[in-house]
């Protein structure tokens, strides 16, 4: 097929939004969902879920195991698997078998004279439905376990938010392990933090703020950032001493935007007595007021800042 009539396939695709009759479009899609050419499917698969079509759930759970047969061949960049499991995401499909499958799937391509494992965004979407399938959750964790050390910072990442989202405190144990050991990206720890305090509530309060105290800012920061959306009122006492250290300026600026998110009225009344006092340097109080105008209390000290 010539570039031309590609791009009026996709366009007539596209159109389907303008349609009305759901009887056609869903013939359409249906069509479409068995086409060979992996990004037209991830677009007939992006739609179907967009347009709520569940009756195309035996459809899209075909072609995602249709792409899964020579993945490299068929389906470079996995398109057609991750937009598949999205799309079944949005019509609440909850049945494992297609996420586990995706969690463990691997898929390196060649790129630039060497190989790149393409599967990473389809591993972190499987990860977050598996959270939400019918699957056990013990079962859930044991996959979830493997895919919390893979290769990839952004499956880690949404492994630890699909714990969060599990909500099952047999997680606890393996978010301290991964948060006691580390990641090289801090922004993985955080996401155990918050997915500890999601589960555990103030219980975890003063293991998530052990973190403030360590060594690396990067670290400081994220522990920071999770106890500042936290409802626990411990959250915020934490910060609040935290604040009250000699912190590295960088440190200091980045608890000012952090308070501005939290959920505490507290929060809101610290930034407006910074802005209100006036005794710290003027970028401090100046980030003071723009992180108080974006907490939900900000009309009520409005008159301060």
């Known amino acids: 097929m010539g570039k031309q009539a590609y791009e009026e396939k996709l366009a007539a695709l596209a159109g389907l939004r303008a349609v009305s009759?759901?009887?056609?479009?869903?013939?359409?899609?249906?069509?479409?969902?068995?086409?060979?050419?992996?990004?037209?499917?991830?677009?007939?698969?992006?739609?179907?879920?967009?347009?709520?079509?569940?009756?195309?759930?035996?459809?899209?759970?075909?072609?995602?195991?249709?792409?899964?047969?020579?993945?490299?061949?068929?389906?470079?960049?996995?398109?057609?698997?991750?937009?598949?499991?999205?799309?079944?995401?949005?019509?609440?499909?909850?049945?494992?078998?297609?996420?586990?499958?995706?969690?463990?799937?691997?898929?390196?391509?060649?790129?630039?004279?060497?190989?790149?494992?393409?599967?990473?965004?389809?591993?972190?979407a499987c990860a977050l439905m598996l959270a939400d399938s019918e699957l056990d959750d013990v079962e859930v964790l044991n996959l979830l376990s493997v895919a919390l050390a893979d290769g990839y910072r952004q499956v880690r990442v949404e492994v630890a938010r699909a714990m969060g989202q599990l909500g099952c405190r047999e997680a606890l144990p393996l978010l301290?392990?991964?948060?006691?050991?580390?990641?090289?990206?801090?922004?993985?720890?955080?996401?155990?933090?918050?997915a500890m305090l999601e589960i555990g509530k103030g219980e975890e309060v003063s293991f998530v703020a052990r973190f403030l105290e360590g060594k690396n800012d990067e670290m400081r920061a994220e522990a920071a950032s999770v106890l500042a959306v936290s409802k626990e009122a411990g959250a915020f006492e934490a910060l609040h001493r935290y604040w009250k250290q000699v912190l590295p300026e960088e440190l200091r600026e980045s608890l000012l935007l952090s308070l501005g998110a939290s959920p505490q009225r507290q929060a809101a009344a610290l930034l407006a007595t910074i802005v209100e006092d006036g005794d710290e340097p003027m970028k401090r109080i100046a980030m003071a007021r723009e992180a108080l105008q974006q907490s939900r209390y900000w009309r009520e000290f409005a008159g301060d800042a």
């Open 21 to 124: 009759d759901r009887a056609k479009v869903l013939e359409a899609l249906r069509k479409a969902l068995r086409d060979k050419n992996n990004y037209y499917v991830s677009k007939a698969a992006a739609l179907a879920g967009e347009m709520g079509f569940g009756e195309l759930t035996q459809e899209l759970v075909g072609a995602f195991d249709r792409f899964l047969a020579e993945p490299v061949k068929n389906d470079p960049q996995c398109w057609a698997k991750e937009a598949i499991v999205r799309a079944l995401k949005e019509v609440g499909h909850r049945n494992s078998a297609v996420y586990v499958k995706g969690i463990q799937h691997v898929q390196m391509e060649p790129v630039w004279g060497r190989e790149v494992d393409t599967a990473d965004g389809l591993r972190g």
């Open 176 to 194: 301290r392990f991964k948060a006691l050991i580390g990641d090289e990206d801090a922004e993985v720890v955080g996401h155990c933090l918050a």
